[in-house]
């Protein structure tokens, strides 16, 4: 069993930023970690994804350009640089971790996931 946890979430201005974290208890049990955000009444969607071996990352298009994710294998962790922020970003954050993520904007190719950080970006 892997263990997820993501921190970092909170309220900030249009235009601002925010630093998501997420710590995989068992990294080594996994190949690709990943954020999807969602909000009430609509489909989960993914944001970004980063693979362990260092392929390239993943990103939606609503987040290129303006998010960056990157990983610290020695901390099991993964950071979310959320920049540019706009209303329409505003979401509840999980965290996922998957052992054999072949597409990592498929929510059903993860395992493991997080509970959700809010986070809110006001105009």
């Known amino acids: 069993l892997v263990e997820v946890e993501e921190s970092g979430g909170g309220s900030v201005e249009a235009g601002g930023s925010l630093r998501l974290s997420c710590v995989a208890s068992?990294?080594?049990?996994?190949?690709?970690m990943g954020w999807f955000r969602q909000t009430p009444g609509k489909a989960r969607e993914a944001v970004a994804a980063?693979?362990?071996?260092?392929?390239?990352?993943y990103f939606s298009d609503s987040v290129k350009g303006r998010f960056t994710i990157s990983r610290d294998n020695a901390k099991n962790t993964i950071y979310l640089q959320m920049d540019s922020l706009k209303p329409e970003d505003s979401a509840s954050y999980s965290c996922?971790?998957?052992?054999?993520?072949?597409?990592?904007?498929?929510?059903?190719?993860?395992?493991?996931w997080g509970q959700g950080t809010p986070v809110t970006v006001t105009s």
């Open positions: 996922a971790a998957g052992q054999y993520v072949a597409v990592p904007e498929l929510a059903s190719e993860y395992s493991y």
């Open positions: 068992k990294s080594y049990r996994t190949n690709c």
């Open positions: 980063i693979f362990t071996d260092g392929g390239r990352p």
